[in-house]
């Protein structure tokens, strides 16, 4: 379930300040949020899958944490990822 190149260069593109910058915490919430979203999916269909449930848990969590840090260094970045992923900030 790991995501294409593609969509990976789409979202640095979209969200980083170059085509390298994959390390900002923007980045990171939002390569995160789409691997959320996917493994969601993969949860819905796959009930039992309780490996798959744990990872999706903590993947959760790193976002929380990711977002809470950008929250406290740049509010209107924050602000912008969080609209433009429609996730609740």
Known sequence: MPLTKEEKDNIVSK???NKMDTGSA??????????IRRLTDHSMKNKKDNHSRRGL???VGQRKRLMKYLRKTDLKKYENVVNELKIRG
Not at 26 to 35: D, P, Y
């Open 57 to 59: 848990v903590m993947l």
């Open 26 to 35: 923007a980045v990171q919430i939002a390569l995160l949020t789409s691997r």
């Open 15 to 17: 969200f980083g300040e």
